[in-house]
Each structure stands twice: as structure tokens, then as C-alpha cells.
């Protein structure tokens, strides 16, 4: 009994996993982002609330790369700019009490995504 329970755990994983990648349009690096952010220490009591902050997140970052292609190219630059969205989406958008830690962990998760993405690293 004890074995078929860790089975179906284990069997559960990868269609948690498709159903969080479904929920953001297919873009794996937000699924893994919002994952990241409810593991340890958790940043928003609701998962639904985190996917609907990540979401407007999404579509402001989409619209910053989409007004200046070359901006990937430039790290310190992505850094800024990633912080200015994560701060407006986060505490003016969805009015969440967070901290500069807070702020600063979304940032890097964010950040290093985008990069490994632009740099041609799949996870």
C-alpha cells in the first residue's frame, strides 16, 4: 500500500508540472519561477494569487523585450528593469507587502531565467 501511494506521487509530478506550464501560456521559465517561489519560504499564501501577480509580470516584461529587442544583450541593464517591473507589479499592481529580500529574490529568479534563455540553456 505504501508503494502505490509514492507511485502515484511520483506519476502526479510531471502532470503538476504540465498543468503549471499550461497555466502560463507554455513558457517553462515561469512555471519554474513560480514553482521556486512557493518551495522555501513561500512569497504569497495563494498559489492563485502568485500565478495572477507572475502573469501581469509576464505581460509587462513581454512588452519591455518586445519595445527594445537588444535589451537582453545587456545584463545590468535586464537587472534594472526587471527590478523596476517586479516592484510596480508586485506592490503598486497587486498592492503585496514585500520586502527588498522579497523583491530581490523575484528579481534574480527572473533575471537568470531570462538570460539562460537568451543564452541558449534549456532546463
Known amino acids: 500500500m505504501c508503494c502505490k501511494l509514492i507511485s ?19 513558457d517553462a ?25 507572475l502573469k501581469g509580470l509576464k505581460s509587462a516584461v513581454t512588452t519591455e523585450i518586445q519595445q527594445n529587442a537588444n535589451s537582453l544583450e545587456n545584463e545590468s541593464y535586464v537587472e534594472k528593469m526587471m527590478m523596476r517591473l517586479v516592484v510596480s507589479q508586485f506592490k503598486k499592481e497587486q ?26 540553456y534549456v532546463a
Open 8 to 26: 502515484l506521487n511520483i506519476d502526479r509530478i510531471p502532470l503538476e508540472n504540465q498543468l503549471l506550464n499550461a497555466k502560463y501560456d507554455y
Open 29 to 53: 521559465k515561469y512555471a519554474r519561477i513560480h514553482k521556486r517561489l512557493m518551495e522555501k519560504d513561500p512569497l504569497i499564501d495563494s498559489e492563485r494569487k502568485l500565478f495572477e501577480d
Open 95 to 120: 498592492k503585496i507587502d514585500i520586502n527588498t529580500t522579497d523583491v530581490r529574490r523575484i528579481n534574480s529568479s527572473i533575471v537568470k531565467e531570462y538570460r539562460n534563455e537568451y543564452n541558449g
